[in-house]
């Protein structure tokens, strides 16, 4: 997963993701929301270079291609989701993290801009999301000259700037869905921040946690209070507070666990529920007449959009699929 850098943009930025919350809106601040639109990208540059290329040495020449398995038919069913392979260097969650990367910083960018700045929302939308989509392909230029340049980790940008957009334009669709990542930092990456990490020279960064894969958990969770006659239910005010949720995670593929752990790189995929989190905030700070409670729940809202609270996806359904082949790769 790429932004990271997200976790704190979203907390510190002048204002959160939209809630109707009825309030006024904000005094203009053109200059100040694009300044800080061009300062979140250049942080954001700088973290990737720490990241993923100053301890890595460039190739000898550019490489072109993916990370997906290899496939005799581009239409089977295996080049069409050889992106998600068992055995690509991150069993597929680096391409969820490539959409939910890109639809974050797009939404983040757009209200920053529209909210704050005061630009039109539409052109905000636009703005953000074009920004956040060549962000990224400047990325995977750059990785051809490192790592390769990967089509499926584009097409996983592209699918993300595209979410964004529709959640954006349409409210009812927002209001029933969100794509959300849990995080915990896996043993693996703990490892790497206490330097014992087995993994090769130019893979060991400390501040990749974006590649910490088996910290990472996908939800795509549909929000159980937009079913409007459940909610305005006499006794259905739980469903605000609850999520049902399509998870996908990958663990022991990236980092590389030490070799003394004897585990399995694994796939996961569930149909499950989960804490909603963004629910629970807005209906404690519905309401409350404060300035500070106001743009607390504009800050939550907009955090818990994106984010879930750690270990509060369960899965109910569940498929798993390991293997003793994966590749080694990634940024």
């Known amino acids: 997963m790429r932004s990271w850098i997200l976790a704190l943009a979203l907390v510190i930025a002048p204002a959160g993701a939209r809630a109707d919350d009825g309030s006024a809106a904000p005094e203009d601040h053109e200059v100040a929301a694009a300044a800080t639109v061009a300062g979140m990208y250049t942080a954001f540059a700088g973290w990737m270079y720490l990241a993923w290329y100053r301890q890595h040495k460039p190739l000898s020449q550019y490489k072109w291609g993916g990370d997906d398995e290899p496939c005799a038919s581009t239409f089977s069913r295996c080049g069409l989701f050889g992106w998600a392979g068992d055995t690509t260097y991150a069993g597929g969650e680096d391409k969820f993290g490539h959409a939910w990367s890109t639809m974050s910083l797009a939404r ?10 005061g630009f039109d929302r539409d052109r905000s939308m636009l703005v953000a999301t074009g920004l956040a989509e060549l962000l990224f392909v400047g990325v995977e230029v750059r990785d051809g000259f490192f790592f390769e340049f ?9 699918v993300g700037a595209l979410t964004a957009l529709a959640l954006m334009h349409w409210p009812r669709l927002d209001e029933m869905f969100d794509f959300r990542v849990q995080y915990w930092p896996s043993s693996a990456y703990l490892k790497k921040l206490g330097g014992s990490s087995p993994c090769p020279t130019g893979g060991c960064s400390r501040w990749n946690i974006a590649e910490d894969y088996s910290g990472q958990t996908y939800l795509l969770a549909f929000h159980l209070s937009s079913i409007h006659e459940l909610r305005d239910w006499d006794y259905g005010a739980w469903s605000r507070f609850v999520d049902v949720t399509l998870g996908f995670d990958t663990r022991n593929y990236k980092p590389p666990p030490d070799p003394t752990d004897l585990v ?3 796939q996961q995929m569930f149909i ?3 804490l909603n989190a963004q629910g629970v905030l807005d209906y404690l700070l519905d309401g409350h007449p404060s300035e500070v409670a ?3 729940r504009k ?5 818990f959009e994106v984010f879930n609270l750690p270990y509060t996806a369960v899965p109910v359904i569940e498929t798993t699929r390991t293997t003793n082949t994966a590749v080694e790769g990634g940024a």
């Open 108 to 117: 983040l960018g757009t209200e920053i801009l529209n909210q704050w700045g």
């Open 150 to 158: 990967s089509f499926s980790d584009l097409g996983g940008d592209t």
């Open 299 to 303: 800050v939550t809202h907009g955090l």
């Open 264 to 266: 399995k790189p694994t």
């Open 294 to 296: 106001r743009k607390s």
């Open 272 to 274: 499950g529920v989960s």
